[in-house]
């Protein structure tokens, strides 16, 4: 009835442009959300005032027009991204990459939700989240300026959030409206894309939380009631009605297996949205490893050469030149264990670092350095750990790194054996 | 309960939720399919059955004291159909307490799993059943105008689910105003910290309904790899702007054998099980197993 506005098709964004010019400039000095434009954007003649002066008691005074244009500004990378602060790189790489295509001028899913500015806004804010997050320094960086401001919300223009920050009295935000809780469970209400992405078990989908009121027996599981009509006369009709020829062909059950199998064959096919997960974004270049990053640690070279297990061909590994020399990282150098752990330190991460990024335990993490292959799981998963570990630094070529590694690996064992 | 729905007409509610129910059943779980497009009834159409001699017509008549009581048994083993009212033109504008009524009976039905096979549109009857599913299943199409009614059709929702409950005179002028007016409020999150600011309890609890808020998705009708991108996309754009958690459940490819099957008045889970259309069905039903399972764990 009075909802049938589907009719209605006034253009979604035809107000809000009008309304977010002057948010724009809300990030930089500090101004009331009570902006006049705001004040003065509420009761706007197009907007049918029908439901307004017929209710008994008046709302409240006249709240400030949202624009998104402030919400996305308020938010952090990681709401930006929709993943969660422990994120894995790889879902770092495939959230990104949805927000792209999300917020691509053509995208069908937010032209009603966004105007075209806020649209190009947050696709900027998706890049430069992006940037940010996929980059272990930058992201620890990152993360520490959100722990400082508490909550993890970022102050507008989160770009900017390292220093100098005019966080207290600065614009309160959409955000700011919004109760604390609600920052978290931002969060936590991104958990089936999260796990979508990450392809683990759905999470249990929670029963609304309280039973409602007129309904307060619930029936029993029906597992345990035996499979019975569940009332005579409504059988009985039915057995009448049901055409001959449609009684002559349910579904075999091997069919169903048959079509699961297919669709889970389908669901594995490069159809879908999020493509292989080795695959480096290719939108944004991949810096090599800046191996004289002024804040990097300093090189505990010689620390690690002692404990190198396959020493016959430590020379060979680029660990022995000087650190300078290091920038000739590429086809020919040999990865050794010592070596990435001496890149990762030059990094200015340690295990717990990579391990959250990666997802790869400590303890592999460190057998991994330490070349204790005894220890490694099987070659291929180790393949894949190195090629994480070596994105998660930047080395350029994460495969050949594998290869290296592994080649060194097998030439041990085969020492050895 | 499940329910159908999504704001436009013709975008495959009453395919999909027959197709899924036989599915389902196939799985060995009992299933009511039930056709609560009022006055626009044809579920029994899709399962390639003539219009039972009792119908939820009879239940809104109060000639059956319970839904159950009109249920007909399908050609399915396992799956029953709660048939939909076709020529009573006066059941669709029924009052309140009838509704309630019949969200009841619904949820006293004793299935495994329930599907609600809703009509288009926004109008009440519409919106408060999906509410009232224990996980509303939005269908649309991989077009902008689709799209849009069904953003439409969640907020809706949504705020009435939210306007049934509300005592306060004052927050139910918020949430009228929120539901008639396009603008200034554009989703759920807005309209929160509205409430925050005159009732920061109330505004809480607005957040907790809004994050148990179950919604899913299916887009059907998709043609391309790009189509069948756009289910993460509107889920993601519904989740970062509005708040809601939507779990996609999976995408239906555009395929005339399912128009074919309609025509043939053949449910194409009963019979062309080779097709494309089956192999899509048969996934997105196995998803609503997996919550047909989430939610029984649960209680
Ligand atoms: N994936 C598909 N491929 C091809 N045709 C389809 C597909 N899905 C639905 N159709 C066609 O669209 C028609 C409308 O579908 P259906 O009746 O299920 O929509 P509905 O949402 O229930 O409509 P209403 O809102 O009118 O109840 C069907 O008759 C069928 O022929
Ligand atoms: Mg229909």
Not at chain 1, 243 to 254: C, F, G, L, S
Not at chain 2, 58 to 67: C, E, G, V
Not at chain 2, 207 to 234: H, K, M, T
């Amino acid at each position: 009835m009075a909802g049938e506005s589907d009719d209605k098709t006034a253009p979604p964004d035809a107000t809000p442009p009008a309304g977010s010019e002057p948010a724009d400039t809300a990030a930089e000095p500090p101004q009331p959300v009570t902006a006049p434009a705001a004040e003065t954007a509420v009761p706007p003649p197009e907007v049918p005032p029908a439901a307004l002066p017929e209710e008994p008691e008046p709302p409240p005074p006249p709240p400030p027009t949202p624009t998104y244009l402030e919400r996305i500004r308020a938010m952090t990378y990681y709401e930006i991204l929709d993943i969660r602060r422990d994120a894995s790189f790889d879902t770092i790489n495939q959230a990104y990459k949805t927000a792209m295509q999300m917020f691509s001028p053509q995208s069908i899913a937010i032209y009603s939700i966004l105007s075209s500015d806020e649209a190009a806004t947050m696709a900027s804010q998706v890049e430069t989240a992006f940037r940010v997050l996929r980059d272990p320094i930058e992201r620890r960086k990152y993360d520490k300026d959100l722990e400082r401001s508490g909550l993890g919300a970022a102050e507008p223009g989160p770009r900017h959030a390292t220093e100098g920050d005019s966080r207290g009295g600065g614009t309160p935000t959409t955000a700011d409206l919004l109760l604390p809780e609600q920052k978290s469970f931002a969060f936590a209400a991104s958990a089936f894309i999260i796990e979508a992405l990450d392809s683990k078990p759905p999470r249990p989908v929670e029963v609304r939380a309280e039973a409602p009121p007129d309904a307060p027996e619930q029936p029993p599981p029906a597992a345990a009631a035996p499979a019975e009509p569940p009332r005579e006369a409504g059988a009985q009709a039915a057995q009448q009605t049901v055409p001959a020829e449609v009684r002559a062909t349910p579904v075999p059950a091997d069919d169903i297996e048959e079509i699961e199998q297919r669709a889970r064959q389908e669901a594995a096919s490069p159809v879908r949205p999020i493509s292989d997960t080795d695959s480096v974004p290719t939108l944004l270049p991949a810096p090599a490893v800046d191996l004289n990053a002024p804040d990097a640690s300093p090189p505990p070279a010689a620390q690690s050469s002692d404990e190198m297990r396959g020493s016959a061909e430590a020379p060979d590994a680029a660990l022995a030149p000087p650190e300078g020399d290091e920038s000739k990282l590429g086809p020919g150098t040999t990865y050794t264990g010592p070596l990435l752990k001496k890149l990762r330190e030059r990094a200015g991460l340690d295990l717990h670092d990579i391990a959250a990024i990666t997802r790869i335990t400590n303890t592999n993490l460190a057998n991994i350095e330490e070349e204790t292959y005894k220890d490694l799981p099987a070659l291929v998963y180790v393949r894949g750990y190195i090629v994480q570990y070596a994105k998660c630094l930047k080395i350029p070529d994460p495969a050949g790194v594998a290869a290296s590694y592994i080649e060194r690996w097998k030439n041990a064992v085969g020492e050895i054996e | 309960m499940f329910a159908f729905g999504g704001g436009k007409g013709g975008v495959g509610k009453s395919f999909l939720s027959s197709n899924v129910g036989i599915y389902l059943a196939r799985r060995g779980l009992r299933v009511a399919v039930i056709d609560a497009d009022l006055g626009g009834a044809n579920l029994h159409t899709f399962m390639g059955m003539e219009l039972p001699r009792t119908t939820l017509a009879d239940f809104i008549a109060h000639k059956a004291q319970n839904i159950g009581d009109i249920l007909v048994r399908t050609p399915v083993e396992n799956l029953w159909l709660g048939a939909g009212v076709v020529k009573d033109l006066a059941a669709p504008n029924f009052k309140h307490s009838q509704k309630q009524r019949m969200i009841r009976s619904f949820r006293h039905l004793d299935f495994d799993a329930v599907l609600l096979d809703l009509g288009a549109g926004t109008s009440y009857n519409v919106l408060d059943f999906f509410a009232a599913a224990d996980c509303g299943i939005l269908v649309t199409l991989p077009e902008p105008t689709a799209v849009e009614n069904c953003y439409r059709f969640l907020k809706s929702s949504f705020f009435r689910h939210l306007r049934n409950e509300e005592k306060d005179g004052r927050v139910k002028g918020m949430l009228d105003f929120a539901m008639t007016g396009e603008e200034p409020m554009r989703g759920p999150l807005e309209f929160i910290g509205q409430v925050a600011a005159i009732d920061r309890a109330k505004a809480r609890q607005f957040a907790d309904e809004l994050e148990y808020f179950r919604v899913a998705l299916i887009v059907n009708q998709v043609r391309s790899a790009e189509d069948r991108a756009i289910a993460p996309a509107i889920s993601g754009a519904l989740k970062r702007f509005y708040g809601f958690n939507v779990r996609p459940l999976g995408d239906i490819a555009y395929d005339d054998s399912i128009w074919l099957s309609v025509r043939q008045r053949q449910p194409i889970m009963a019979g062309r099980v080779e097709t494309i259309a089956a192999r899509d069905t048969a996934a997105v039903g196995k998803a609503i197993y997996g919550m047909v399972h989430e939610f029984r764990a649960m209680r």
